[in-house]
């Protein structure tokens, strides 16, 4: 099982390329970042949550204009 560590909160708007959260598994953190510009619309897990394979850790919303 993997852990989840966020870097950002509901509704704040990110960039593409900003990171979002961190996943801790086995010692081995990885980054994982926005692919778009938005909103961060869910985020499901809590900091120190663990979470299993194929998991949603984020949502993604557009960001209105």
Do not use: C, K, M, N
């Given at each position: 099982?993997?852990?989840?560590?966020?870097?950002?909160?509901l509704f704040r708007s990110v960039k593409e390329g900003q990171p979002l959260l961190?996943?801790?598994?086995m010692k081995l953190e990885t980054s994982l970042t926005?692919?778009?510009?938005?909103?961060?619309?869910e985020i499901p897990f809590a900091a120190g949550d663990s979470f299993g394979l194929k998991?949603?850790?984020?949502?993604?919303a557009p960001q209105e204009e």
């Open positions: 099982r993997s852990t989840l560590f966020p870097y950002t909160t961190v996943i801790e598994s926005a692919p778009r510009d938005g909103v961060i619309a998991a949603t850790l984020a949502q993604l």
